[in-house]
């Protein structure tokens, strides 16, 4: 079945560091990509997606690339600040039906 | 944008009671809306699909009988926690997909309730 695995965290970097949250997914036909992000006590919030192959998810700084020659789907941002700190969930979709998530990676960013 | 709410965000009940949970989309119609759950520091776990006018589909494991869902309206999904105990305490989400337009297809996701039973 479908299924997305994403590095186990939680990853802990300074301000200003480069962050890359590793994810793969396993799919049968082309799955839209997304990555979600939840802060502390809230809900989540769509971060980025990409819905083909080479498309590129951008926002706030963030982005993810859909490789489908490698099912990955690697978050990056090029400079990260304390406010960043959240746990970010990679996360697939076939065709409008159910999503399925990875396991969530949880960020510290230090001041 | 598309906006799904969720009430109440918080509730903190007594064993043995049940608790209704709504998810409403705002400005789109949803024929089709999710439950999740989310235990601490884990991911999301699919509950149910629910479909407007009929029944639920549920996902292997999860006990219909205790999950009651209601998907009456386009914009509107229940959950109800049937005799509700402490294992039942964890964070409830709910998506709903869009059904027109630009929408289509697309899910949005609801801030989520916090159950607490004592």
């Known amino acids: 079945g479908d299924s997305v695995t994403q590095m186990e965290g939680p990853v802990t970097l300074s301000e200003e560091a480069f962050l890359t949250i590793n994810c793969t997914y396993t799919a049968t036909g082309y799955p839209s990509l997304f990555w979600y992000v939840q802060y502390p006590g809230e809900g989540l919030q769509l971060l980025l997606k990409a819905t083909k192959a080479d498309d590129k998810g951008s926002n706030k700084g963030f982005e993810a690339t859909y490789r489908k020659e490698t099912t990955s789907f690697h978050l990056e941002k090029g400079s990260v600040q304390v406010s960043d700190s959240a746990v970010y969930f990679c996360a697939l979709n076939t065709g409008g039906f159910k999503t399925i998530f990875g396991a969530g990676t949880r960020l510290f960013v230090k001041a | 944008g598309a906006v799904v709410s969720q009430h109440p965000s918080r509730v903190i009940c007594k064993s043995g009671t049940s608790v209704k949970i709504e998810c409403r989309s705002l400005?789109?119609?949803?024929?089709?809306m999710f439950w999740y759950r989310q235990f601490p520091k884990q991911s999301l776990m699919l509950m149910a699909t629910s479909n407007e006018g009929s029944k639920a589909t549920y996902e292997q494991g999860v006990e219909k009988d205790k999950f009651l869902i209601n998907h009456a309206s386009l914009t509107l999904s229940t959950l109800t926690v049937t005799s509700a105990h402490p294992e039942d305490s964890s964070f409830y989400i709910c998506?709903?997909?869009?059904?027109?337009?630009?929408?289509?297809?697309?899910?949005?996701f609801g801030p989520g309730t916090r159950l607490t039973v004592l």
């Open positions: 400005d789109f119609q949803a024929t089709t």
């Open positions: 998506s709903a997909r869009g059904d027109q337009g630009n929408f289509r297809n697309e899910q949005f």
